[in-house]
């Protein structure tokens, strides 16, 4: 595995070099924890581009395909880590204003966030929103039981019905 080199020059303006050098140790015993996974079972992540499944892959690529082709909106469902994840990567490779462009200058639907809040008004905007509009859901929940994303998607679940 390659080593990751910092240039910390720029930062011994606001920290003294003792400071940096201390966080060092911090660094290493952190990156220890991460790759021993005994003390988190949900570190799967961490190896996965090394032992990724292609078949799942297709079927995921599949499936984005069919929704670009199918869905005007693309609706995420979830709450804290559960989402922030497919927000922060969906924010970090898109235009800042991305839902304001036309479905062609986006190239695929617009994405909407539900579950992460419990604000009605929040919802009744985005039923408003989502009217006579080709609507794909995401679900995204690691116990299935959280009560904001449940809320949200039976809402949402009712309303596609």
Request: proline share 2%.
């Amino acid at each position: 595995m390659g080593r990751v080199k910092l240039d910390h020059k720029s930062a011994l303006q606001f920290v003294t070099e003792k400071e940096i050098l201390r966080q060092g140790e911090a660094v290493v015993l952190a990156h220890k924890r991460l790759h021993s996974k005994a003390e988190n079972e949900a570190l799967g992540w961490v190896d996965l581009p090394l032992k990724r499944d292609v078949q799942q892959l297709d079927k995921v690529i599949g499936a984005a395909k069919q929704i670009r082709s199918n869905s005007q909106v693309f609706l995420i469902i979830g709450i804290g880590g559960s989402y922030l994840g497919a927000r922060a990567g969906i924010q970090m490779l898109s235009h800042s204003f991305r839902e304001s462009h036309s479905l062609r200058q986006r190239s695929g639907p617009a994405i909407y966030y539900a579950g992460n809040n419990a604000s009605s008004t929040y919802m009744a905007d985005l039923l408003d929103l989502l009217d006579d509009q080709e609507v794909s859901i995401n679900v995204i929940s690691k116990s299935g039981t959280t009560t904001e994303p449940a809320i949200a998607f039976r809402i949402l679940k009712g309303y596609m019905e």
